[in-house]
């Protein structure tokens, strides 16, 4: 008797399920997908714990007759593949005639459809694989999908799903890509009651102002170009805006939101000399080129690509970023204005406060630096006067410290208006990066505050408002209590927007609205379940670089023999929050190796 057998129709579209439907995102996407394809021009999506209780699109588009509801149920059923020649062609979204079948073995699902020439609708009825007759019902033009208890008949799948809110942030940045790869059709997506977002059709620029926030918008380059018959066009950020993590980075391959490797690898290089490692661009870019020239059938969830000549699409993308970025006026752009606070009896928005002095300085110590270097008062970047590109500060506190007693020597000069040079006892060089030391002891005091018990914490003087997108106010807010023992106070001040109270004290008093949107790029990545507590260096070194002297800040020869001691005395101080090492030794065998002495 042979061992090998085949497997019963219902486990095979069990398997099947699997593949194309891993998590309730991943439902949704097919199914808005499916209402493009059709020609949908609004599409309202809502979702329930997640979409693991209840999933319902609705779209405006064409619809479907009985005889055509009957087949879409099944696998392999499709419309928009004529031929196996077609496939090397790709034009839509979906087209494997995959996904309705298997959410259908995996859930219980329900499709109303009334086509455009339709005197009525029609429903069909599908679950854990059993499929009901089309049946006539009351429903609008175009198509209805609830997908209710999924994975009910796939327990052991269920078994894997997070948190419904895990679910939820996945889910609602599924349909936030699609809106942006279609602005031409209105969004309205609603999670648990609560309203995401309701758009509009509108133009590109307005589409991305409204996914990527006002602050984002307000400092975008326009790219557009065509290189033979590719065409590169959208919007990149300046290098002044940077975020934590590539949530806010949108790549579109004809009319496809994609997450492709080709294409963030040729972002990440165009922007490579112009912004701090571990930041990541902002951009929401579309590629167009001949659907012949692109393989999107390489995996089942269709968001993996391959090109025919990715060297090409490589050079077009770091070609036409960087000559945006060449022409966006160096790269420059305005700080945005964080909103003025209104009502509740706050009027005005709170002056840029002092700079806390270095961890070891004290007031009376930093007003000996010398005379070219700025005040701790002055904006991180500002400059005293043109500098050259070394500038050594004369010592005016008793002359400079010897060297024979520090690890780090004794600081000489300021290199670049960002790095420290010092020398110690046996001549060897050192070299400190300023942000990158200070970053190390700012996370280090903020975690030992942690650690005992709680970070101070230190009241604006007038609180602040900062904007969102609403799921990342939900986010924040939803950790308010964990982050208040982390010394930061935070309510809501209506939808989309967030009340600073109070800051961590050893930050002093940085612009918040940078900073919260950095933690909530992190909490993104962060499962609902796990406490920032488990995270905790993660948050910390979030925090630690937003409080930190930045690389451009001049500074006196009190502020860095401070900032050399504060080392010596910090654990973990040869690297910074993000592993990169905050200073550099050069021993003198080592200058004659480089001199070619030895």
């Known amino acids: 008797?042979?061992?090998?057998?085949?497997?019963?129709?219902?486990?095979?579209?069990?398997?099947?399920?699997?593949?194309?439907?891993?998590?309730?995102?991943?439902?949704?996407?097919?199914?808005?997908?499916?209402?493009?394809?059709?020609?949908?021009?609004?599409?309202?999506?809502?979702?329930?714990?997640?979409?693991?209780?209840?999933?319902?699109?609705?779209?405006?588009?064409?619809?479907?007759?009985?005889?055509?509801?009957?087949?879409?149920?099944?696998?392999?059923?499709?419309?928009?593949?004529?031929?196996?020649?077609?496939?090397?062609?790709?034009?839509?979204?979906?087209?494997?005639?995959?996904?309705?079948?298997?959410?259908?073995?995996?859930?219980?699902?329900?499709?109303?459809?009334?086509?455009?020439?339709?005197?009525?609708?029609?429903?069909?009825?599908?679950?854990?694989?059993?499929?009901?007759?089309?049946?006539?019902?009351?429903?609008?033009?175009?198509?209805?999908?609830?997908?209710?208890?999924?994975?009910?008949?796939?327990?052991?799948?269920?078994?894997?799903?997070?948190?419904?809110?895990?679910?939820?942030?996945?889910?609602?940045?599924?349909?936030?890509?699609?809106?942006?790869?279609?602005?031409?059709?209105?969004?309205?997506?609603?999670?648990?009651?609560?309203?995401?977002?309701?758009?509009?059709?509108?133009?590109?620029?307005?589409?991305?102002?409204?996914?990527?926030?006002?602050?984002?918008?307000?400092?975008?380059?326009?790219?557009?170009?065509?290189?033979?018959?590719?065409?590169?066009?959208?919007?990149?950020?300046?290098?002044?805006?940077t975020r934590a993590t590539v949530a806010q980075q949108g790549f579109t391959v004809n009319n496809r939101p994609v997450s492709d490797p080709v294409l963030r690898t040729a972002l990440r290089v165009a922007y490579r000399d112009m912004i701090a490692a571990g930041r990541q661009p902002v951009a929401a870019l579309w590629l167009d080129l001949p659907a012949q020239d692109v393989d999107v059938n390489v995996h089942p969830a269709k968001t993996e690509l391959r090109y025919r000549d990715a060297g090409a699409v490589r050079a077009l993308l770091i070609g036409a970023v960087g000559r945006a970025l060449a022409q966006g006026a160096g790269g420059v752009a305005s700080t945005p204005m964080r909103r003025p606070l209104q009502g509740r009896g706050f009027t005005q928005r709170p002056p840029v406060g002092w700079h806390q002095p270095l961890p070891g300085m004290t007031r009376g110590a930093a007003s000996g630096m010398a005379e070219t270097a700025l005040p701790l008062d002055a904006a991180p970047g500002a400059r005293a006067l043109p500098t050259p590109a070394i500038t050594a500060h004369a010592p005016t506190h008793g002359g400079v410290q010897a060297a024979e007693h520090y690890p780090l020597g004794a600081a000489v000069a300021q290199v670049l208006d960002t790095y420290i040079l010092a020398v110690a006892a046996d001549g060897a060089l050192v070299l400190v990066d300023q942000h990158a030391a200070h970053e190390r002891l700012t996370h280090e005091a903020i975690r030992e505050q942690m650690l005992a018990g709680g970070v101070r914490s230190q009241a604006l003087l007038l609180p602040a408002v900062v904007d969102f997108l609403p799921s990342d106010a939900v986010r924040l807010l939803a950790r308010a209590d964990e982050f208040a023992s982390l010394g930061l106070e935070l309510e809501a001040f209506g939808p989309g927007a967030i009340l600073v109270r109070a800051l961590p004290a050893v930050l002093g008093t940085p612009d918040p609205a940078p900073l919260l949107r950095d933690l909530a790029d992190e909490l993104s990545e962060i499962e609902e379940a796990t406490s920032l507590v488990s995270r905790l260096d993660a948050v910390v070194a979030r925090l630690a670089c937003h409080g930190s002297i930045r690389a451009g800040r001049r500074l006196g020869q009190a502020e860095m023999d401070a900032l050399l001691r504060q080392m010596e005395a910090t654990p973990r101080a040869a690297t910074c929050s993000h592993g990169r090492p905050t200073f550099i030794k050069l021993s003198k065998a080592d200058l004659e190796r480089m001199f070619g002495r030895r």
């Open 1 to 241: 008797m042979s061992r090998i057998h085949l497997l019963g129709e219902s486990t095979v579209n069990r398997i099947a399920a699997g593949e194309v439907i891993e998590r309730p995102a991943a439902a949704v996407k097919e199914l808005v997908e499916n209402a493009l394809d059709a020609g949908a021009r609004r599409i309202a999506v809502v979702l329930e714990e997640g979409g693991i209780t209840r999933i319902e699109i609705a779209d405006d588009g064409m619809g479907m007759a009985p005889e055509d509801l009957a087949l879409a149920v099944q696998r392999h059923a499709t419309s928009k593949l004529a031929d196996g020649d077609d496939l090397v062609r790709i034009a839509t979204l979906g087209f494997r005639g995959e996904a309705l079948p298997s959410i259908g073995a995996a859930a219980r699902l329900a499709i109303t459809s009334r086509p455009r020439d339709g005197d009525s609708a029609h429903v069909i009825r599908v679950e854990g694989g059993r499929v009901f007759p089309v049946e006539p019902c009351a429903g609008a033009l175009g198509t209805r999908v609830v997908v209710r208890d999924l994975f009910f008949a796939t327990p052991a799948r269920k078994k894997f799903l997070k948190q419904p809110r895990t679910e939820a942030d996945r889910a609602e940045e599924t349909v936030r890509r699609l809106a942006l790869a279609a602005p031409g059709v209105a969004f309205r997506l609603e999670s648990d009651g609560r309203k995401v977002f309701d758009l509009p059709a509108q133009d590109r620029r307005a589409r991305v102002a409204a996914l990527l926030g006002a602050d984002a918008a307000a400092s975008l380059l326009e790219v557009d170009e065509t290189r033979a018959d590719m065409r590169l066009s959208g919007f990149v950020g300046t290098p002044s805006l």
